[in-house]
């Protein structure tokens, strides 16, 4: 069974920066499209970003230019680089296997604990 672990999160001024990471184990990731999710308060759980099996990304127009995800299959391994944080920034963040061509989903139907994320202004 496939589980997924982030890691990284914690608490930043306005401004600040952030490394997540996210270690799949039962399954590799060479050769799947892996995203990055998160979930605010209240909020329904939302795609941020996603990176191809090929090293393409995409991104939601409110982190283009902030965020960057990486990958390093040899660790099967996902990385989520976030600076210029803001307040809005603020969740929970957590990695799954997806569909990179519109609509990106998620392919497993387990989450991990996710990352959190909080952002002060």
């Known amino acids: 069974q496939v589980q997924l672990v982030e890691s990284g999160g914690g608490l930043v001024q306005a401004g600040g920066s952030l490394r997540l990471s996210c270690v799949v184990s039962g399954g590799t990731i060479s050769g799947a499209a892996m995203g990055w999710f998160r979930q605010a308060p209240g909020k329904q759980r939302e795609f941020v970003g996603g990176?191809?099996?090929?090293?393409?990304?995409r991104y939601v127009d409110s982190v283009k230019g902030r965020f960057t995800i990486s990958r390093d299959n040899a660790k099967n391994t996902v990385y989520l680089q976030t600076n210029s944080l803001k307040p809005e920034d603020t969740a929970v963040y957590f990695c799954?296997?997806?569909?990179?061509?519109?609509?990106?989903?998620?392919?497993?139907?387990?989450w991990g604990q996710g990352a959190q994320v909080t952002v002060s202004s």
């Open positions: 990176i191809s099996w090929s090293g393409t990304t």
């Open positions: 799954n296997k997806i569909r990179y061509r519109d609509p990106p989903i998620h392919i497993y139907d387990s």
